[in-house]
């Protein structure tokens, strides 16, 4: 039939006829037009003409291997098949029949023979096939080797075990292929691989002494390109250590009787004063959005539900082009019922970040060692201490700081208090004894600021009063402060920013590696 006829191979627009004189013809007029792509056309005939021989040889093992319709993708069928994830390959398997799904992290072909590395949510393990009677065929060695890094592929084998270690994957088994489906081919040239994205700076001083060079993947060739860069083992820890750091805190605050609230992201009026807020309209009305759920915390302890915690997004419209500020983060906060000193807020703090940390030491071991392995750093020496300070400190000053307080009592983890009114917002308490002062504090990681807390004023005519001192607009914060017109108790709270955690406790130098797709003032995309 017509349709079965194999497509004949073409040089530029000319089609391989038999005899080959018309291929001869075009090779001459190829050479003479453009002698450059001479050499390149050459491969490119020959790539055909092996091709085209391939088609032709019929493979009666063709339904071993081969790309995956579209059709069956579409939720068609139901198999009854098993994928087992390849973190959970080991030698207890062995001589057992796997079928997995992943990534093509590196293939090559050798002889009778080729070589594929799976890749799955930052796990690799080797898989093998071999020529072999009724199982492997040429054609389907060819199909392997051909395939192209990050496409995504279906793998059926036997677990073998090899004698010695296996250098360069996770997993310490390997896969005996049987069978192999394309299910979703990537581009055969990406931009950035994720092996020049892995480096660290140690491979690239290595490299150095040795006379190699390697390709260095910059910040905005990384965040241009995010969903690949996120695909590097340690991109891969990093975040997982974040899910863990924001199921942690809600663990502990859970065990102690907090209630998780979703509050609004729509305000009426700057919710922390000031010019870093985003404005919109609303419906005709002006509006913002959410500089932090503080207000709306106050609220849920004005409506008596005595301890409120939320994960959120928070947005700052500030210009601030630093390693630690962006646009828009995710916010851990808390706000809770105070009997008599706001040093119960502390108190919390203190065992809730405990928790954390061995949480993450304990239950992140992987994860850390693979962030380690790309960017080297010390573990948290957690013990606290509480200094008093002076006035507000710019990041120099806090490093500066955090040096003098590790030399003094060997500790990562320090907390200020009573600053001064003037550098706290609006809803801060005055200290008793000097109102120049406020009951409020910073807790410090590696010597950068992470965490502000404080008591809140409760006094409807003190809050009122330190609202217009600072500038705002009291009647679009009116149902804010009308809450408190109804009784409310003395509460204090805390906000501490999810990616800074991440960024301080891994030592990771700038906040754009903890946060996922990073807004700050010049980034929107991707």
Known sequence: MEDDKVAKPVVGDVPMEEGGKDVKEAKKKEKKENPKNAKKAERQLARQMEAAAVQEVV???AANYGEVELVTLQSATQSGRKWIKVSQLDQELKGQTVLVRGRVHAVRGKGKMAFLVVRESGYTVQCLASIAENIVSKQMLKFISGLNKESIIDVEGEVSVPPGEIAGTSQQVEIQIRKLFCVSKALPSLPLTLEDASRSELDFEKAEKEGKQYVKVGQDTRLNNRVLDLRTPCNQAVFR?????SMLFREYLVSEDFVEVHTPKLMAGASEGGSSVFTLDYKGQPAC??????LHKQMGICAD??????IGPVFRAENSFTHRHLCEFTGLDLEMEIKEHYFEVIDLLDKLFVHIFDGLNSKCKKELEAINQ?????????AGTIVDPM???????EKKLGQLVKDKYDT???????YPLAVRPFYTMPCADDPRYTNSFDVFIRGEEIISGAQRVHDVDLLTKRAIECGIDVKSLSTYIDSFRYGVVPHGGLGVGLERVVMLFCALGNIRKTSMFPRDPQRLTP
Request: zero cysteines.
């Open 241 to 245: 250590v974040q899910s863990h750091v």
């Open 305 to 310: 539900f005595g301890r409120v915690f939320e």
């Open 412 to 418: 990562d983890f320090y907390i200020l208090h009573r």
């Open 391 to 397: 006035g507000d400190l710019n990041t120099e000053s």
């Open 289 to 294: 959005l959410a500089q932090s759920p503080q």
């Open 374 to 382: 790309q960017y080297p750093f010390e573990p948290l020496k957690e």
């Open 59 to 61: 493979d009666p093992l």
